[in-house]
């Protein structure tokens, strides 16, 4: 069973970058595995804002990126904003119809 | 305006079985791979199954195979969670969501706030 494993939290300042990362129990992330991510506010859908590595989706301003880094994939914030706080998940395709999300990484901004 | 709204949730007993329902609005139905995504109380989300535009074929995570059954009817724009021998584990709120576009579709773009099932005695 394939595991996504990234930073439980992390915190940054206001106006300060960050790099989130997401990385497979069984190998390398690359872009055959479509890394996409995803930004859930407590109470909230989960909203949509990378795909295919490092397409931002509609309406997500660019200060939000997206990367492979070394083996793994990554989400980067720059000038982070207090509303950036967040859990943030990103989630691989596995093939054969079949995505799995890591565990998520609750961002503080303070 | 795409919508999806989820319903049909609420409290069953372990073992019992549950029809979780998703309504869909504001795009081509019949056009997109649809899929199933829970997250339990406090924790992370978890894929759970999913749909191709015809139906003709499904997919489901190791948890949940030959107890979760999904559907759709694309003449009604709903997609269905049909889930029986309930766990305590399957406690979640399951939230509908819609595949990418062709040429970017390994990704969900659209999700719906989710129907909350409780399994619990």
């Known amino acids: 069973q394939t595991v996504v494993t990234q930073e439980p939290s992390f915190s940054v300042s206001p106006g300060g970058t960050v790099t989130l990362t997401c990385d497979l129990s069984?190998?390398?992330?690359?872009?055959?595995?479509?890394p996409s991510w995803y930004q859930q506010t407590p109470g909230q859908a989960p909203r949509s804002l990378i795909y295919n590595t490092n397409t931002r989706s509609s309406g997500v301003p660019d200060r939000f990126s997206g990367s492979i880094l070394g083996n793994k994939a990554a989400l980067t914030i720059t000038g982070a904003q207090a509303d950036d706080e967040s859990d943030y998940y990103c989630?691989?395709?596995?093939?054969?119809?079949?995505?799995?999300f890591g565990g998520g990484t609750k961002l503080t901004v303070l | 305006e795409v919508q999806l709204v989820e319903f049909g949730g609420g409290l069953v007993q372990p073992g019992e079985s549950l029809i979780v329902s998703c309504s869909a609005s504001g795009f081509t139905f019949s056009g997109s791979a649809m899929y199933w995504v829970r997250q339990a109380p406090g924790k992370g989300l978890e894929y759970v199954s999913g749909?191709?535009?015809?139906?003709?074929?499904?997919y489901y995570t190791d948890s949940v195979k030959g107890r979760f059954t999904i559907s759709r009817d694309n003449s009604k724009n709903t997609l269905y969670l049909q889930m029986t021998s309930l766990r305590v584990e399957d406690t979640a709120v399951y939230h509908c969501?819609?595949?990418?576009?062709?040429?970017?579709?390994?990704?969900?773009?659209?999700w719906g706030q989710g129907t909350l099932v409780t399994v619990s005695s």
């Open positions: 989630m691989v395709y596995m093939g054969s119809g079949i995505w799995v």
């Open positions: 969501v819609k595949r990418g576009v062709p040429g970017a579709n390994y990704y969900f773009d659209y």
């Open positions: 749909i191709s535009t015809n139906g003709g074929s499904t």
């Open positions: 069984s190998g390398s992330v690359s872009t055959s595995y479509y």
